[in-house]
């Protein structure tokens, strides 16, 4: 009578070609959930770099003595698409221009851009949400009441997939998918 235990060479072959197909699946989902969370993680970025303006607009965070709040611009022009600016306002006008001092440059991942920015219902092209003292007061562009701003974000190598931030002149925002 033969004793000896183990595997056959025919088992063992089977359970690597198992172990592969298992792996080869998990890496499968794994680079799909990367992108998707690419993309979460840039509109709660957004989120949070709004908050981080409203703070720094209330907290009377001077640099310089001519700063009166801080805001954020984006623009969903081809070549810029890809990157949002954190400015401190340094005139009396509410949007974003020249003479504002550019705080950071927020790039976003390589496969997120910014696929449309909204006025209430109008598409445009650039948009500035500002936060001015004390309240903060917030600012779309040139309004400071009755209006939201909805920048949409999406994935360039997958169809379909985008999320959306809203901000209103409360300075509340909300993220979902449109």
């Known amino acids: 009578m033969n004793s000896l235990k183990g595997f056959t060479l025919i088992e063992l072959l089977i359970m690597i070609a198992m172990i592969s197909i298992i792996t080869a699946t998990l890496f499968v989902d794994h680079s799909a959930n990367t992108s998707y969370f690419s ?11 709004f908050r981080k303006a409203q703070s720094m607009s209330l907290s009377g965070i001077r640099d310089y003595p001519d700063i009166n709040g801080y805001g954020l611009y984006f623009n969903s022009g081809i ?11 340094t005139n009396d006008d509410p949007f974003y221009n020249a003479g504002d001092r550019v705080v950071e440059i927020i790039q976003l991942p390589e496969n997120v851009v910014i696929e449309e920015i909204k006025i209430n219902t109008a598409t445009v092209n650039f948009i500035s949400a500002s936060f001015f003292p ?13 209006f939201d701003a909805t920048i949409i974000l999406k994935l360039t190598d997958k169809e379909n997939v985008r999320k ?6 409360s300075g509340a925002f909300e993220i979902y998918n449109p």
């Open 39 to 49: 993309l979460e993680r840039s509109v709660q970025g957004i989120g949070q770099d």
């Open 164 to 169: 959306a931030i809203r901000i209103n002149n």
């Open 134 to 146: 004390p309240g903060p007061i917030t600012f779309i562009d040139n309004n400071s009441s009755g």
């Open 79 to 89: 070549n810029i698409n890809n990157a949002y600016t954190i400015y401190a306002n």
